[in-house]
């Protein structure tokens, strides 16, 4: 049996320090990244716990916001990690797959940690809605020169041709020449 330790943050200037250090401190082998939490995509450390964990192995995490923060992600991987016979357990929280009462728990703390994401978004789309009503918030500045775009355009070039020679997608030449 090996215990595995999984220390996520989502942005650079986050420390996992902490979370290493608590892994580390119940016997874990750890494995870290910065990745944001709300996607299983990208997140290549956890991927390959998963694949390399085996029957009687056991995943640490410090809370389970730390794992996963929507509840279907979260249950794809305790069913991942159950289909292969290794038990979940948290540090701060008291979770451990292996029993009912530490399943139940985990699904609870899962609906949560989808909740407050949620309302982190909500609140982030009112915030743009408020700026833009007051003229401040003009979302993100364009990538893409159209003027660049429309004069390739003009000069005989094709889509595709016009992509390749300025780095970008056809999909972008084509918003650049409809004007969007």
Not at 104 to 131: C, H, P, Y
Not at 144 to 159: F, I, P, Q, T, W
Request: aromatic content about 4%; glycine content about 10%.
């Amino acid at each position: 049996m090996m215990r595995y330790g999984y220390a996520r943050v989502s942005t650079a200037e986050q420390d996992l320090s902490l979370q290493v250090e608590a892994l580390e401190k119940v016997g874990c082998q750890v494995r870290q990244e910065t990745a944001s939490g709300t996607k299983l995509v990208g997140r290549s450390e956890l991927q390959l716990l998963l694949e390399f964990m085996r029957e009687g192995d056991e995943l640490y995490v410090t809370r389970v916001d730390r794992l996963a923060r929507s509840i279907v992600d979260l249950q794809n991987i305790v069913g991942q990690l159950k289909a292969k016979g290794v038990a979940l357990k948290a540090t701060e929280q008291p979770i451990d797959t292996s029993t009912a009462a530490g399943k139940a728990f985990l699904d609870m703390l899962g609906v949560f940690a989808e909740f407050e994401t949620n309302l982190r978004r909500e609140r982030q789309m009112e915030g743009i809605a408020k700026a833009k009503a007051r003229g401040v918030y003009k979302g993100r500045k364009r990538s893409v020169d159209a003027k660049k775009v429309k004069s390739l355009k003009e000069a005989g070039m094709g889509a595709a041709a016009i992509a390749r020679e300025l780095g970008i997608g056809r999909a972008s030449v084509y918003r650049a020449l409809s004007g969007d």
